[in-house]
Nanobody, 127 residues
Framework: QVQLVESGGGLVSAGDSLGLSCAASGRTFSTNTMGWFRQAPGKEREFVAAITWSGARTNYVDSVKGRFTISRNNAKNTLYLQMNSLKPEDTAVYYC????????????????????WGQGTQVTVSS
């Protein structure tokens, strides 16, 4: 069974840092673009960051540029999101996702471009 399992969420204060992980199982995603999305209460799910299969290309939503860093370890089949200088508006459920198209170098940002999704991890930032 192919699964993506997020971990690392929690309750932090504004200005703190938090690191999320997404462990993949059931198949390797070393040839696939992976990404992070988030969904705040009452809002639509939105793109946060994505990274191509080799890690050579990353892209971010403007609101997290300079604060968040996406990375991956293909040997561990794991995706990461390091979040620094957190703000209350970063509060959301964070989801990792994978695109099943191999060796893509496109900048993927849309929900429909990703095929496999995790269950999400809650991040709450208090002011």
């Amino acid at each position: 069974q192919v699964q993506l399992v997020e971990s690392g969420g929690g309750l932090v204060s504004a200005g703190d840092s938090l690191g999320l992980s997404c462990a993949a199982s059931g198949r390797t995603f070393s040839t696939n673009t992976m990404g992070w999305f988030r969904q705040a209460p009452g809002k639509e799910r939105e793109f946060v960051a994505a990274i191509t299969w080799s890690g050579a290309r990353t892209n971010y939503v403007d609101s997290v540029k300079g604060r968040f860093t996406i990375s991956r370890n293909n040997a561990k089949n794991t995706l990461y999101l390091q979040m620094n200088s957190l703000k209350p508006e970063d509060t959301a459920v964070y989801y990792c996702a994978a695109d099943l198209s191999p060796f893509s170098t496109s900048s993927l940002t849309r929900i429909y471009e990703f095929d496999i999704w995790g269950q999400g991890t809650q991040v709450t930032v208090s002011s």
